[in-house]
């Protein structure tokens, strides 16, 4: 099979200095600044949102439209206030700006984090935004900082489905937030969750590739002002926000996913694994049933890339074509349902559920890889990057089994 190639919030050639619309430490025209003592004053507020921005060369011009977006929300006395951590480690050099600026914004302050280095007149310094330490400083400088009431986490890039998992859960260790958002292309997966379960209330998030334009963060925050302002009503203003800006993309979906409902989806995948490999006893039945896994369910990928498929529509594709595991396939549409609080799909994938599981790797031609990453791989013996490999039935256990992919994928037969 040959997968044509998709991209998620991956842009070629799209690079604009974002000091065109953020403020580096020259203060450049269009904005301004007021000087770095108005940065120290002690606040408080009911909800804080936390936007952490990794923005690369290629997302560079997308970081400054959203941020300008956000500004334009009219957060003033609104009780909200959005932290948006933002570093130009690709950006334009000529800009005077090449690191890593927290923003306050309505008022577009710059603010000082000791514990990062980072602020009006320190030296521009890149942070690394992969390593999980730096997302539990902003997070411990915003919790003593501001004191928020509620908190919004929003991470911001280049989509890696599953694999933000590990990141999140060392980030977030300790931590609480009331609402996690994931601004990137395959999100909504049943490992982030599981990962984040403990340390989050809602996760929203896209099964399928989100648009370069990404969210629309002036329409979602005054919808959200404008509201009760819980974390349910931040959640469906994000929701209800993408779908009228961006819903027309054919793989535009998102969705909004309750945590303390997690377990149950997990409970009934393993049941659903177990009971579909108890069921695969011989070479023909495996390749029919790899084959209509990997062909027939709703999928979301990038080539190269990973292939996520949909988590209800897998185990109604398998049930209904093989006759087998109905209850377990019953189960996991029921537990799904319950933990998807609001979905929109795309016209693409008119079987979204909202919840996707990680398959397979896919080389650049759509194919199978010919193994999963290691940190999918449950090695007997051997403790797993994610929590989800380790407490599944899904992932394949190596030398040798369970798991309904070793079956699939690995098992001799």
């Not at 991470?155 to 694999?163: I, S, V």
Request: glycine content about 8%; proline content about 6%; some cysteine.
């Amino acid at each position: 099979m040959s997968r044509p190639g998709q991209c998620r919030r991956v842009v070629n050639g799209v690079a604009s200095a974002l000091a065109a619309a953020l403020l580096s430490a020259g203060c450049p025209a269009g904005l301004l600044l007021p000087d770095s003592g108005t940065t120290e004053l002690a606040s408080s507020t009911e909800w804080a949102v936390i936007l952490y921005m990794p923005a690369s060369a290629v997302l560079d011009a997308q970081a400054t439209a959203d941020l300008e977006a956000i500004e334009s929300a009219d957060l003033e006395d609104s009780g909200v206030r959005v932290l948006a951590l933002v570093d130009r480690a690709g950006g334009d050099p000529a800009s005077g700006w090449n690191g890593t600026r927290l923003y306050e914004i309505p008022r577009m302050i710059p603010v000082a984090v000791q514990e990062l280095g980072i602020g009006p007149g320190a030296p521009d310094v890149s942070l690394d935004m992969s390593d999980p330490r730096t997302l539990r400083a902003l997070l411990g400088f915003v919790e003593e900082r501001y004191r928020p009431r509620f908190r919004a986490l929003i991470l911001w890039g280049e989509g890696r489905g599953y694999h933000h998992g590990e990141f999140l859960s060392k980030a977030l260790t300790g931590r609480h937030v009331d609402l996690l958002g994931l601004d990137m292309s395959f999100g909504a997966t049943v490992e982030v969750a599981w990962e984040i379960r403990g340390a989050a209330d809602l996760l929203v998030a896209s099964q399928g590739v989100v648009p370069v334009a990404g969210w629309d963060y002036e329409a979602a925050l005054r919808r959200f002002t404008a509201s009760d302002r819980t974390r349910e009503a931040f959640a469906k203003a994000i929701v209800t926000s993408y779908a009228e800006s961006r819903g027309g993309a054919p793989h535009a979906t998102i969705s909004s996913i309750r945590l303390d409902r997690i377990e149950p989806v997990v409970d009934a995948l393993n049941a659903f694994s177990d009971a579909v490999s108890a069921e695969i006893t011989n070479p023909g039945t495996r390749e029919a049933v790899r084959a209509s896994v990997f062909y027939d369910v709703e999928d979301f990928y990038a080539t190269p890339g990973d292939l996520a498929i949909d988590l209800s529509d897998l185990s109604a594709v398998v049930s209904l074509g093989f006759g087998i595991a109905e209850g377990e396939a019953a189960r996991i549409e029921q537990a799904v349902k319950e933990a998807v609080d609001r979905n929109h799909r795309g016209s693409a994938d008119p079987r979204a559920s909202g919840i996707s599981v990680h398959l397979i790797p896919l080389r650049p031609d759509g194919s199978a890889a010919a193994s999963h990453h290691e940190n999918y791989l449950n090695r007997s013996g051997e403790t797993a990057s994610l929590s989800f490999v380790s407490h599944s039935t899904w992932p394949p256990t190596l030398p040798s089994g369970p798991g309904l992919l070793y079956r699939l994928f690995y098992e001799p037969m």
